[in-house]
């Protein structure tokens, strides 16, 4: 199977988005409920709001097998040295190819410099596991509310990279 990552280009966040909606109810139906999915996809994984965080400095970048978008990522710098990855997802049925690792040493690459990745994980989503065996670790819990009675339960996990050889990634 071809693949590559690239940033993704305006023209395609209608296609971001229909990945968005698909992915999320694949992986959190069963977590939150479809009306929660339903919710946050309006809010947060949309072409609006996709385009406002890259004017906010976001870099999205694509996951294309064989010239269709199977996943992506959100990123950002959000203070000198620490990358935030808000977004890693990949469609069902391209799971467990080794896409989720290549991407992280995308965002990495793609930010050069940094020395620690963090995004948030909800406490009950199976996907911990693979960023501890990655080398993420919980460093702390939260949650955060999101409106309409909803509130998100997660851990933030953190990956401190600045000791990382070339050959661990």
């Known amino acids: 199977m071809q693949h590559e990552i690239r940033t993704i280009r305006p023209d395609e966040l209608e296609d971001l988005e229909r990945v968005a909606s698909k992915v999320w109810h694949q992986s959190y139906d069963v977590l939150l409920g479809p009306e929660q999915v339903d919710y946050m996809l309006d809010m947060f994984q949309n072409q609006k709001a996709f385009r406002e965080q890259i004017n906010s400095g976001y870099i999205y970048r694509g996951m294309f097998a064989n010239g269709e978008l199977v996943g992506y990522t959100g990123s950002v710098v959000e203070e000198v040295g620490r990358v935030f990855l808000s977004k890693l997802y990949i469609l069902e049925e391209y799971r467990n190819h080794g896409f989720g690792r290549q991407m992280i040493n995308d965002v990495i690459h793609i930010h050069d410099g940094c020395d620690s990745v963090y995004l948030t994980v909800n406490k009950k989503n199976p996907v911990r596991k693979m960023y501890e065996y990655m080398g993420f670790k919980v460093v702390k819990s939260v949650v955060t509310d999101i409106g309409e009675g ?9 990956w401190d990279i600045s000791g990382t050889s070339e050959e661990d990634e």
């Open 150 to 158: 909803y509130v998100m339960d997660d851990y933030v996990m953190q």
